[in-house]
């Protein structure tokens, strides 16, 4: 038949392929806006619920202890979300996420105790844990070539990015002048605010991502559903060299969102500055993940992630020593700029070297690895803090990455 005529061999009109290009831009801005959404309502409660640990009286170590429970749930459900995602694809694993994020921050809400609020850090992990596995499936899984998933992923990244802007200071805002209006003081009027506020995100969240159709299965799915498949991925050495680095910079995240808000604490920070400090790094790191699609064509994701974790070395050597707000601040920003860099060259390193009816279990795998990490590191921090102070904790963490920097090196092709 002739392609003039109407045949289904005919080239696309540039008109077409421009509205399809749209559709998919489009899209993938729904995706993230969810994604902000349903992240920025854990990462408001990463900064209200040890700020109120404290107000209540709490040490470091029970702090410690908290925010160590955010990631427990998702090292036990990150394999079991991975084969939920391979094989229910999209829609249904963040209805439940949103569902049981909100029941999270519902309950701090209703009883702010500590015993709940170690409850509600259960909800919110398992809840982004589990939606974030299915969100990186179904954009890694869309991408048509290399450079669109260092190009995608960077996208996406600006998600966590913006949401660890938006969730800590609106909370810090909610605590400090809701609180304030309805009482005169800074009781917990404020943190019943922001736990409110972070109830609802989830739902605004929905509305963004149930529009999204789903991808057809993947190739060989049900050769993957087994766990066997899942720890097998191991017995590739770059994969393993992948989760070592991840771990490592993933460390680095922990450590400064757990310390800045004790040393704010400590040097008599209102939650507002300490939400802003946190902030800044988020910008920063919604910045670098901004740029990255425009370039993405030209890096290579191997030196990206050696060059993150040098310059993420020399940082922690020199954060112990910024007093002020405004230097602790600059400090947050350059490390934001540096951390910021990493997840889209790791999104992307990973999706290269898994296979395609795997990549549900790989993220799980990869989620599980880091978030083991997160519920025994925030225990040593806490520890280590109360005994010998948080500068050896970020001198230890630092001089971890710097060794860990040739393993990021030997990801080369």
Known sequence: MNPASGSVLAAPSPDTAAASEAQRAWGLLRLICGHICLHASMAGMRLATPLLALQL??????????LALYS???????????????????????????????????????????PVLCLSALCMGAATGGASIALQRHVGRAARDNTELKRVFS????GPAVSNFFGPVSAGLLIDYAGAAWSGAVPLAGFRAAFLFMALLPIL????????????????????????????????????????????LSSCWDVHTFVVPILGHERAFSASVIGTIL??????????????????????????LTCAMLLTAGLFAVYPFMQSPWTM???SACLGLSLGSVQPMIMSTLHQITPQSQHGQALGLRLMTINFSSVVMPLLFGTAGAVVGVSVVFWTVGTLVAWGSHLAWRLRP
């Not at 299965?217 to 049900?222: D, E, I, Q, R, Y």
């Open 329 to 331: 601040g600059l400090c």
């Open 279 to 304: 902030g800044g790094f988020a910008i920063a790191a919604a910045a670098v993940r901004v740029a990255m699609p425009l370039v993405a064509a030209h890096l290579k994701e191997w030196v990206v």
């Open 205 to 248: 969240g929905w509305y963004f991502i149930r529009a999204t159709p789903e991808l057809g299965p993947a190739t060989g799915t049900s050769a993957a559903a087994s766990s066997a498949s899942a720890w097998s991925l191991l017995q590739e050495p770059a994969m393993r060299r992948l989760l070592l680095v991840n771990w490592a």
């Open 57 to 66: 009286g709490h040490n470091p170590v029970h702090v410690g202890f908290l």
């Open 155 to 158: 996208w996406l990244a600006i």
């Open 72 to 114: 427990l749930s998702q090292v036990f459900l990150a394999l079991p979300a991975g084969r939920f995602a391979d094989r229910h694809g999209l829609r249904r694993p963040m209805g439940l996420g949103v569902v049981v994020a909100m029941a999270g921050a519902l309950l701090s809400l209703v009883f702010p105790v500590f």
